[in-house]
């Protein structure tokens, strides 16, 4: 059971991460195998504290490789798993770091690690793979990082001539690196990033199928991993196109059936196109509202600058230093009909905030309700640097300072012509969110707080709803993670309505995104469980699965496992098929 654990380190009171690279490095020179390295890290790792010296926890060893556990082990039941929860918990997120000498600077950079907790019959089994990508394959083929991220720029091939390495400076090439979340497109499992490529997996065996390329079907350099659902399988996507016409911010479509066995993406269509409000600074953007007739794309002013871009090409820098957090600028909400793909005629306006996941968005008295969490500081994506993300002590305090956290917000935005003066108006009477008309047409709009004090502290991030019965529809609840440290240390369940939050939180733990599954003929939009992968830093605790009533948040169970899992992105939860 111990060789799953991790393969590398911790953070302690006295030595800071470098000194672990150092044995690390040291123990791969000396035995040349990973299996002693692995045992003398967690010999090493034993005998120190993960707290440090200011009391916030180091939490390094969360993102730090680990190995793959590619045959499901059994895990160690505590309470009694309802058996009606038949299906797997799959998670996505990085797990390796460092391919030889060549280590990756950005968190989102690490190699996707797909992990499966099976359930079935109460009983719980944990495995892993590493995704096939070609990223993958080729970096571990060579040893080294043959194939640039977000936030590493791969070197050019040293045995190549003086014109070709200069040359490959201009060439772009996509990764297929897809480690931030699952995807559905006509009943096949995919993973995905924000590239133009994702990859089939086999949810049972996570085994890496085919590579589906979005600029082979329709015009646009990637797609978000964030699409919405509706309820006939009918799937909606946004995606960039860099062109003739310079940059446009697409609305996808993606039919529900297969016209052939092989089919893939055959169908997807652009609904919509929309021009940046400046057309070499499109904004970034990580997800977008749907409600039943209209999809919300938010123009928030976390901007790509195109030509930095290129220049950081020819400079040897990396994509990430292009995005640049602009709060001078609005906050822009484009209305588009996701059936006709005609944009409403009015823009909405409000003050900057970053926003990176949406919460839910339905259609109520002639508005749009968008709930989304939002944070003043759109800087963050830049400071997730694996350096800072492994700091300890003082160092990491100063850092969390920086950190902004993400709040969930309500804003409301009339379609018809409710909104006539400047003056404010709160269009809904249930929600303290106001729109105004400014004289040029537009509509100013402010939030309504979706939270009470519980969540002053930590925030929100990582929001899900019961998805299956209340996306797109008037709701009361949702859930994620409150983040009082650099990732989520405990969980939330937020009722609309009364603001009141409902908290699981255990010292030590980190919880990841937490996935509702209903029960069975639900009735009331609580009633199913919530699924969590908690995790922690500490090589003497395992990780585990939990499962909490999503009604009162009460613990029904846990399976622990022996393994080290970093922490990741995104999960999915997938009925087990009858
Ligand atoms: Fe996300």
């Known amino acids: 059971m111990d060789s799953h654990r991790s393969q590398s380190g911790a953070c302690l009171s006295l030595s800071p991460p470098a000194v672990l690279m150092f044995l690390s490095r040291k123990m791969q020179v000396l035995s040349g195998g990973r299996a002693l390295r692995a045992a003398a890290l967690k010999k090493f790792c034993q005998r120190t504290s993960f707290t440090t010296q200011a009391g916030v926890e180091c939490i390094a060893p969360l993102f730090q490789t680990v190995q793959e556990t590619p045959q499901p082990i059994p895990t160690k039941v505590t309470g009694a798993i309802p058996k009606w929860i038949r299906g797997s918990l799959l998670r996505n997120g990085p797990g390796r770091f460092e391919f030889g000498n060549d280590k990756y600077n950005h968190w989102f950079d690490g190699m996707a690690l797909m992990h499966n907790f099976k359930i079935e019959n109460g009983a719980v089994t944990y495995m892993s793979k590493f995704l096939q990508s070609d990223s993958y394959t080729q970096n571990k083929s060579a040893n080294r990082i043959v194939a640039s991220e977000f936030g590493t720029l791969a070197m050019p091939d040293p045995c190549k001539s003086a014109f070709d390495r200069f040359m490959s400076k201009f060439k772009i090439i996509s990764t297929d690196n897809c480690s931030v979340n699952y995807v559905l497109y006509k009943g096949d499992y995919y993973v995905s990033t924000e590239t133009n490529f994702m990859r089939m997996v086999d949810p049972e065996t996570l085994d890496t199928l085919d590579k589906v390329d979005w600029s082979k079907f329709i015009a646009v350099n990637g797609a978000t991993a964030h699409p919405h659902y509706d309820p006939d399988g009918t799937v909606y996507n946004m995606g960039n196109s860099y062109g003739k016409e310079g940059t446009r911010y697409n609305i996808i479509r993606v039919p529900p059936q297969k016209s052939n066995s092989g089919d893939t993406l055959e169908g997807a269509q652009v609904v919509c196109?929309?021009?940046?409000?400046?057309?070499?600074?499109?904004?970034?953007?990580?997800?977008?509202?749907?409600?039943?007739?209209?999809?919300?794309?938010?123009?928030?002013?976390?901007?790509?600058?195109?030509?930095?871009?290129?220049?950081?090409?020819?400079?040897?820098?990396?994509?990430?230093?292009?995005?640049?957090?602009?709060?001078?600028?609005?906050?822009?909400?484009?209305?588009?009909?996701?059936?006709?793909?005609?944009?409403?005629s009015t823009t909405f306006h409000a003050k900057a905030f970053a926003t990176f996941h949406q919460i839910n968005a339905f259609e109520d008295q002639g508005c749009i309700v968008l709930d989304l969490c939002c944070q003043d500081d759109g800087g963050a994506v830049e400071l997730f640097q694996l350096q800072n993300l492994r700091k300890s002590g003082d160092d990491l305090n100063e850092f969390l300072a920086q950190l902004a956290h993400a709040y969930p917000r309500r804003f409301v935005l009339p379609l018809g012509d409710s909104v006539n003066g400047d003056v404010a108006a709160q269009p809904l009477k249930y929600s303290t969110a106001t729109a105004a008309k400014k004289a040029d047409g537009k509509i100013w709009c402010t939030h309504e707080n979706l939270h009470?004090?519980?969540?002053?502290?930590?925030?929100?991030?990582?929001?899900?709803?019961?998805?299956?019965?209340?996306?797109?529809?008037?709701?009361?609840?949702?859930?994620?993670?409150?983040?009082?440290?650099?990732?989520?240390?405990s969980l939330l369940k937020v009722d609309v309505e009364t603001k009141k939050a409902k908290v699981w939180k255990e010292n030590g733990y980190y919880p990841s995104e937490p996935i509702f599954v209903p029960y069975p003929n639900s009735i009331e939009e609580d009633d199913g469980v919530i699924l969590s992968a908690v995790l922690t830093p500490d090589q003497n605790k395992n990780i585990f699965l939990l499962i909490l009533d999503a009604k009162d948040f009460t613990e029904i169970a846990r399976a622990e496992a022996p393994v080290q899992i970093p922490y990741g992105f995104h999960g999915i939860f997938v009925p087990q098929r009858s």
């Open 273 to 344: 196109s929309i021009e940046p409000e400046e057309k070499m600074k499109p904004a970034y953007y990580h997800s977008f509202g749907m409600s039943e007739n209209y999809v919300v794309f938010v123009e928030q002013p976390l901007r790509l600058n195109i030509l930095k871009l290129l220049l950081n090409r020819i400079q040897g820098k990396s994509f990430s230093g292009i995005m640049k957090w602009e709060p001078d600028q609005n906050t822009v909400f484009h209305v588009i009909n996701k059936h006709t793909g005609k944009k409403h």
């Open 452 to 489: 009470d004090h519980t969540l002053d502290s930590c925030g929100l991030e990582f929001p899900q709803i019961n998805y299956a019965k209340y996306n797109t529809k008037k709701y009361r609840y949702f859930y994620g993670c409150g983040f009082q440290h650099l990732v989520g240390n």
